[in-house]
């Protein structure tokens, strides 16, 4: 409660009722269970892929950053039927595309080729696909986090003639009511930025759990962690989700904790039954007035960004890199202080937890850091404390 009355610190708040009516902020709450592939062998990467489908997952989340057999890659997988995303570099990209153009992929396959914060700025006609999780990676504070993946949509929409989809990629961390209000008010500075360039477009907001909060020590605590990370983006209308498996700081893709993944998400249908009820929070005094305070402060941070020249222009005066430096430090030593907790790493402590190599013979889920914003692990210095 502390955070969201410090965040409405400027907003009269009196009554415990919404008299304004409000109406849900999106119309369906069904969302692509996603499982990551990180292609290094096409052939390997198709048995994994096809494992999830027949096991519970509806969407596939492609990691390529090689030269690619596509066809090979994508043998009997039927993308007209689910949720894909396509990670790639420029180098794969028009080889990508043509494969597509040549199958019916289907109205939800997406590729997403966004070097903005390389310092490239690339026309997306029809559908414009970004990835924004780097800034809630890097420490950034909730408010910022939204001006800035306001501001990074804008540099495309100014860019782009034809747009007729919006596909991105966010980060959602582990504050369970700020998260559900974070997905609601991006959705929100959406279609509100859409209504000033005169635009309609359908929005995708593809989830993926954080990995800012996920640790080697008591790994198994950080399913816990992802599992109210993706409760939180599916309450808050993501439309598909990512839970990365608890070992992935520290241990390859393995069928277990992909296995638990999944499970994760199934349980959160199935059993607890979230996707029955759109937008489930709406009505709800708390959520909707964090809802509206997020989008406002956003809003006026996205507004100082633009009168700079946008975030190109931030990026290169190091602007933005100066902020979440900032934010970056602040929790940071929320953290080391105990203000903000991560159970089994700075309280509840096992006194006998070994440290567990780093076994991963390459970086899977990570973000590398771009135009100088570099991500941040809150449990590192604890972990670097253990002993072998």
């Known amino acids: 409660m502390a955070k969201f009355e410090s965040i409405c610190k400027n907003k009269a708040v009196k009554k415990e009722n919404i008299i304004d009516k409000t109406g849900p902020v999106f119309n369906t709450n ?38 690619t057999d596509f066809a090979l890659l994508l043998k009997d997988i039927l993308l007209e039927h689910i949720y894909s995303l396509f990670k790639i570099n420029s180098e794969n990209e028009k080889e990508l595309n043509n494969y597509l153009s040549s199958i019916n992929c289907g109205a939800n396959c997406f590729v997403e080729c966004d070097n903005l914060l390389n310092g490239t700025l690339k026309e997306q006609n029809s559908t414009i696909s970004i990835n924004t999780s780097l800034y809630q990676e890097a420490g950034s504070n909730t408010i910022n986090e939204l001006a800035f993946s306001l501001a990074h949509l804008n540099e495309y929409l100014n860019v782009s003639s034809i747009v007729k989809k919006i596909h991105i990629s966010m980060s959602v961390g582990g504050d369970f009511f700020m998260e559900i209000a974070k997905v609601r008010a991006l959705r929100k500075l959406i279609n509100f930025l859409l209504n000033e360039y005169k635009l309609t477009a359908n929005i995708h907001i593809h989830a993926q759990t954080t990995l800012i909060n996920k640790s080697t020590i008591d790994s198994y605590t950080n399913m816990l962690r992802s599992t109210t990370e993706a409760m939180s983006a599916s309450i808050g209308g993501a439309n598909s989700i990512l839970v990365l498996p608890f070992d992935i700081e520290f241990n390859n893709q393995n069928d277990f904790s992909s296995r638990m993944a999944r499970n994760q998400q199934l349980i959160l249908k199935d059993e607890s039954y979230l996707n029955k009820v759109a937008d489930m929070a709406a009505g709800s005094y708390y959520i909707e ?8 402060k956003a809003w006026e941070q996205f507004k100082v960004i633009e009168s700079k020249r946008g975030l190109s222009a931030c990026l290169k005066s190091n602007y933005i890199q100066d902020i979440i430096t900032k934010d970056a430090e602040i929790l940071i030593q929320q953290f080391k202080e105990g203000k903000l907790v991560l159970v089994g790493v700075n309280k509840f402590q096992n006194k006998n937890e070994e440290k567990i190599k780093d076994t991963r013979s390459k970086s899977q889920g ?20 253990l002993v072998n």
């Open 30 to 67: 069904d969302w692509a269970i996603c499982e990551a592939i990180y292609v290094e062998d096409e052939k390997l990467a198709n048995i994994q892929a096809l494992n999830a489908l027949q096991n519970g997952a509806s969407g596939l989340v492609f990691h390529i950053s090689k030269k």
């Open 289 to 296: 007035t964090f809802t509206e305070t997020l989008c406002e």
């Open 366 to 385: 990570e973000l590398s850091a771009n135009a100088g914003i570099k991500v941040i692990n809150l449990s590192q210095s604890f972990e670097n404390l």
